[in-house]
T-cell receptor, first 114, second 112 residues
Framework: DAGVIQSPRHEVTEMGQEVTLRCKPI?????LFWYRQTMMRGLELLIY????????DSGMPEDRFSAKMPNASFSTLKIQPSEPRDSAVYFC????????????FGDGTRLSIL | DQQVKQNSPSLSVQEGRISILNCDYT??????FLWYKKYPAEGPTFLIS?????DKNEDGRFTVFLNKSAKHLSLHIVPSQPGDSAVYFC???????????FGIGTKLQVIP
C-alpha cells in the first residue's frame, strides 16, 4: 500500500514568495493532519481535517497560512507571503476514524525561506 | 505551554543495554498515549501505545509504562540495538479524539 505522499521533498525560496505544500493521504483514511517540526517546538499540529472538512485550525500560526482539502485524496498547505521564520519541516499525516488508530506520516517537506 | 514534555533532548546507550525514555504530561484529560520513532529524512512512525486503563503495554523489545498519578510515562527498549538510534516522540490524546499532542522528542543513540 502506498503511504502518505508529500511534495515537494525540499523547497528553497525567497522571502515574500508564495509556497504551496502538497499531500496525498492514504486511501480510505478519514482524517488528515498538517504538522510543523522545529528544533525549539518539536511537532506542532497546525490544522486537521475530517472527511475533507477543517475541524481545528487553532495551530495555524498566522493568516499567512492556509490549508485546503478539495477532495479525499489531496490537501494543500499554503504560505503567502513566506518569511524566514517559516523555515521548518512540514509533515502531513492521515488516519482512520477508529479508536486507537495511529497516524501515518509522510516523509515531510523541508522548507527553507531565504 | 507544552502539555507533553520530554526533558531529555538526547540519550546515549551501549548496544545490548536498556534504553529508558521519559515523558511527562500536564493535561489530566489525556488518557491515551503513544510513542513514535523518527529516522532522519523520514516521517515519524508509530511504535507503541497505551490506554490509561493500563499501566503497562509490551510489544517485543518495547515496553511502555504509565504512572497516572505522576502524569509520567516511559518507554523501555531491551535490549537496545544500533538500529534503534532515532528520535523518539511521546504523544498524548483524549481517547476517541484524533487530535494528538506531541513532545519535542528525545534523540537516542545506541553505540555498538
Amino acid at each position: 500500500d502506498a503511504g502518505v505522499i508529500q511534495s515537494p521533498r525540499h523547497e528553497v525560496t525567497e522571502m515574500g514568495q508564495e509556497v504551496t505544500l502538497r499531500c496525498k493521504p492514504i486511501s480510505g483514511h478519514d482524517y488528515l493532519f498538517w504538522y510543523r517540526q522545529t528544533m525549539m517546538r518539536g511537532l506542532e499540529l497546525l490544522i486537521y481535517f475530517n472527511n475533507n472538512v477543517p475541524i481545528d485550525d487553532s495551530g495555524m500560526p498566522e493568516d499567512r497560512f492556509s490549508a485546503k482539502m478539495p477532495n479525499a485524496s489531496f490537501s494543500t498547505l499554503k504560505i503567502q507571503p513566506s518569511e524566514p521564520r517559516d523555515s521548518a519541516v512540514y509533515f502531513c499525516a492521515s488516519s482512520h476514524d477508529r479508536v486507537g488508530q495511529p497516524q501515518h506520516f509522510g516523509d515531510g517537506t523541508r522548507l527553507s525561506i531565504l | 505551554d507544552q502539555q507533553v514534555k520530554q526533558n531529555s533532548p538526547s540519550l546515549s546507550v551501549q548496544e545490548g543495554r536498556i534504553s529508558i525514555l521519559n515523558c511527562d504530561y500536564t493535561n489530566s484529560m489525556f488518557d491515551y498515549f503513544l510513542w513514535y520513532k523518527k529516522y532522519p529524512a523520514e516521517g515519524p512512525t508509530f511504535l507503541i501505545s497505551i490506554s490509561s486503563i493500563k499501566d503497562k503495554n509490551e510489544d517485543g523489545r518495547f515496553t511502555v509504562f504509565l504512572n497516572k498519578s505522576a502524569k509520567h510515562l516511559s518507554l523501555h527498549i531491551v535490549p537496545s540495538q544500533p538500529g534503534d538510534s532515532a528520535v523518539y516522540f511521546c504523544a498524548a490524546s483524549v481517547e476517541g479524539y484524533q487530535k494528538v499532542t506531541f513532545g519535542i522528542g528525545t534523540k537516542l543513540q545506541v553505540i555498538p
